[in-house]
C-alpha cells in the first residue's frame, strides 16, 4: 500500500444467479456507509443485478459499469460485466444455466485476486450439483481456489467471534473419511490453521485443540486406531517445533463441556464433526474462509437457498460479515508484514529507544 491507510478493494462474485447471491449482494452495497470502508467490485452482469434490484422495494443502488477490472469508482459499487448476453433468470430454480454463469463469475473475480487487481474475494454460494464440469471439476471453492493459487494446501475455516473450526476433510462421503487422515494431512492442516492464526487474525501464539475422529476419541484404540497411530503421534512432533496443539479430545465433550473456550481454535476431522457444533454455538454470523493462499477470500456460512430467492427474504448478514472478516484480514496481514518485514531494524530502534529512556531518567 502507498499510504498508511487506503480502502481496501473487495471482489464479490455473485454465486448462483438463481439463488439468493445477487439479493444479498444489493442489500449490503446498498448501505452507503460501507464505501467508507472498502470500495466494492461486483462480478456479474450489470442486466442481471438490475433483474434483482426491481425485486426489492425501497433499494436505491447506483452502480458504475466495467467492461474489465481496474480504473474503479472508490464513491460507487462497480460492476465488472463478465457477459454482455441476455440470461434467462428464474430464481429459485436449479439450472444448468445458473451454474455456468456462477462459473463465469468466480473465474473472474479469481483472476483479479490472482492478478492483485482486487485485494480481496467475497465469494456467494454456487451449489455443487450445477457447477461440476470439465470446466470445474471441483467439490466447491476451497479445491477450486486451491488450484488456482498452486498451493501445496489449503484449509476450510469456519469463523464466528467466539469460535474458530478448521477441517482436515471437506465434502467427502462419510464412509471414505478415515483414508484420508493422515500424519501428512493433518499435520499440514495444523500448520497451516497456526500460521493463519498468527498472519491473518494476529494471534503470536496460538493455542489449537484437535478433536479425535472416532467417538470418545478412540478410546485408547478400543474404538478405532487413528488416534493413537495417526493423531497422537503428529501432535507430539507438532509440539516439538513449538506449535501450541493440544488433544485429540472427544469431540461431544469437548463442545458440550465448553473446553473449546480455551483455545483460539478447534480442527475437526471432518465437515459435520465441525459445522454442527460451529453452527450452532458461533455467536454472530460465521464466516468461510480459505486459509492457506496467497490471495484473501472469505464467504458467508450458508448456501444458495433457492426455495426463498428472488423473494426479498434473504438474510444479508452473513455476507456483510465475510466482508468485514475480508477487511480485517487484508490489514492483519499488512501489519504482520510490516512487523516481520525487517526484525533487525526493529530490534535496533527498540534498543536505541530504551538508551535514550535510561538517559533521561539519569538526567
Given at each position: 500500500m502507498?499510504?498508511?491507510?487506503?480502502k481496501?478493494v473487495?471482489g464479490?462474485?455473485?454465486?448462483?444467479?438463481?439463488g439468493i447471491?445477487p439479493?444479498?449482494i444489493i442489500?449490503?452495497?446498498?448501505d452507503?456507509?460501507?464505501l467508507?470502508?472498502?470500495?466494492?467490485?461486483?462480478?456479474?452482469?450489470?442486466?442481471v443485478?438490475?433483474f434483482?434490484r426491481k425485486?426489492?422495494?425501497?433499494?436505491?443502488l447506483?452502480?458504475h459499469?466495467l467492461?474489465?477490472?481496474?480504473?474503479?469508482?472508490p464513491?460507487?459499487?462497480?460492476?465488472?460485466?463478465?457477459?454482455e448476453?441476455?440470461?434467462?433468470v428464474?430464481p429459485g430454480?436449479?439450472t444448468?444455466?445458473?451454474?455456468r454463469?456462477?462459473?463465469?463469475?468466480l473465474?473472474a473475480?479469481?483472476?483479479?485476486?490472482?492478478e492483485?487487481?482486487?485485494?480481496g474475494l467475497?465469494?456467494?454460494?454456487?451449489?455443487?450439483?450445477?457447477?461440476?464440469?470439465?470446466?470445474?471439476?471441483y467439490?466447491g471453492?476451497?479445491?477450486?481456489?486451491?488450484?488456482?493459487?498452486?498451493a501445496?494446501?489449503?484449509?476450510?475455516?469456519?469463523?464466528?467471534?467466539?469460535?474458530r473450526?478448521?477441517?482436515?476433510?471437506?465434502?467427502?462421503?462419510?464412509?471414505?473419511i478415515?483414508?484420508?487422515?493422515?500424519?501428512?494431512t493433518v499435520?499440514?492442516k495444523?500448520?497451516?490453521l497456526?500460521d493463519?492464526?498468527?498472519?491473518d487474525f494476529?494471534i503470536?501464539?496460538?493455542?489449537?485443540?484437535?478433536l479425535?475422529l472416532?467417538?470418545h476419541?478412540?478410546?485408547?484404540?478400543?474404538i478405532?486406531?487413528?488416534?493413537?497411530?495417526?493423531i497422537?503421534?503428529?501432535i507430539k512432533e507438532?509440539k516439538?517445533h513449538?506449535?501450541?496443539?493440544f488433544?485429540?479430545?472427544s469431540?461431544?465433550?469437548?463442545f458440550?463441556?465448553?473446553?473449546?473456550?480455551?483455545f483460539?481454535?478447534?480442527l475437526a476431522m471432518?465437515h459435520?464433526?465441525?459445522l454442527?457444533p460451529?453452527?450452532?454455538?458461533?455467536?454472530?454470523?460465521?464466516v468461510?474462509?480459505?486459509?492457506g493462499?496467497r490471495g484473501?477470500?472469505?464467504?458467508p456460512?450458508?448456501?444458495t437457498?433457492?426455495?426463498i430467492a428472488?423473494?426479498?427474504?434473504?438474510?444479508a448478514?452473513?455476507l456483510?460479515?465475510?466482508?468485514?472478516?475480508?477487511?480485517d484480514?487484508?490489514?492483519?496481514?499488512k501489519?504482520?508484514s510490516?512487523?516481520h518485514r525487517n526484525?533487525?531494524?526493529k530490534?535496533s530502534a527498540?534498543?536505541v529507544?530504551?538508551?535514550e529512556?535510561?538517559?533521561?531518567a539519569?538526567e
Open positions: 502507498s499510504a498508511e491507510y487506503r481496501p473487495i464479490l462474485s455473485s454465486g448462483d444467479i438463481n447471491g439479493e444479498l442489500k449490503t452495497l446498498s452507503p456507509r460501507l467508507e470502508l472498502f470500495t466494492p467490485v461486483v462480478f456479474l452482469s450489470g442486466k443485478l438490475n434483482y425485486s426489492i422495494p425501497d433499494i436505491n447506483n452502480f459499469n467492461k474489465e477490472p481496474g480504473h474503479y469508482n464513491k460507487m459499487v462497480n460492476v465488472v460485466n463478465c457477459w448476453e441476455d440470461v434467462n428464474t430454480q436449479l444448468e444455466l445458473g451454474g454463469y456462477a462459473i463465469r463469475s473465474n473475480a479469481v483472476k483479479a485476486l490472482q492483485q487487481l482486487i485485494d467475497v465469494t456467494a454460494p454456487i451449489h455443487k450439483s450445477n457447477v461440476q464440469s470439465d470446466e470445474f471439476p467439490t471453492h476451497t479445491p477450486y481456489l486451491k488450484a488456482c493459487f498452486q501445496s494446501d489449503a484449509l476450510m475455516l469456519m469463523t464466528a467471534p467466539n469460535l473450526v478448521g477441517l482436515v476433510t471437506e465434502h467427502v462421503p462419510v464412509k471414505d478415515a483414508q484420508y487422515i493422515t500424519r501428512e499435520s499440514s495444523l500448520q497451516i497456526h493463519a492464526l498468527r498472519r494476529g503470536d501464539k496460538p493455542r489449537i485443540a484437535v479425535g472416532n467417538p476419541a478412540g478410546d485408547e484404540g478400543l478405532g486406531k487413528e488416534e493413537e497411530t495417526i497422537k503421534p503428529t507438532l516439538h513449538n506449535l501450541l496443539v488433544g485429540p479430545y469431540a461431544d465433550a469437548f458440550a463441556r465448553g473446553q473449546y473456550e480455551k483460539d481454535a478447534v471432518y459435520d464433526q465441525g454442527i460451529f453452527k450452532s454455538l458461533a455467536t454472530g454470523d460465521g468461510n474462509y480459505t486459509a493462499l484473501i477470500r472469505t464467504s456460512d450458508h448456501g437457498a433457492f426455495d428472488g423473494k426479498n427474504k434473504a438474510d448478514s452473513s456483510r460479515a465475510a466482508i468485514f472478516a475480508c477487511i484480514i487484508i490489514r492483519a496481514r501489519e504482520y510490516d512487523n526484525p533487525l531494524k530490534i527498540q534498543v529507544g530504551n538508551a529512556d535510561e538517559r533521561g539519569e
